[in-house]
Nanobody, 124 residues
């Protein structure tokens, strides 16, 4: 299973961007799919995840939306009202399991499959 993230780029503050993640239908329909990011000089952090439930980091709640399209074998991260602090490399991560414990969604180590990352840069 491979995950392929795409859609990053250079945008201005307040702009929108949609990231895509090509994933297996099994992960999208029966497993768990998450987005994480790593900003320069910072640790990787949770952004959003979906599966048995849908969760967002407080920093993106109300601005980002995670969704999946099993017909296209693709997950999306719609990012609106982007801020400079959203600048990071964004990774999609997946697991064949449908997480039933809430904390698992937020823990990068719970996800078995990872994509290569896509750079998002938000200029002020």
């Amino acid at each position: 299973v491979q995950l392929q993230a795409s859609g990053g780029g250079l945008v201005q503050t307040g702009d929108s961007l949609r990231l895509s993640c090509a994933a297996s239908r099994h992960i999208l329909s029966r497993g768990t799919l998450g987005w994480f990011r790593r900003a320069p000089g910072k640790e990787r952090e949770f952004v959003a995840a979906t599966g048995r439930g849908t969760y967002y980091a407080d920093s993106v709640k109300g601005r980002f939306t995670i969704s999946t399209d099993t017909a296209q074998n693709t997950a999306y991260l719609q990012m609106n009202s982007l801020k400079p602090e959203d600048t990071a490399v964004y990774y999609c991560a997946g697991d064949d399991r449908s997480f039933s414990i809430r904390s698992y969604f937020f823990e990068a180590t719970r996800y078995y499959y990872w994509g290569q990352g896509t750079q998002v840069t938000v200029s002020s």
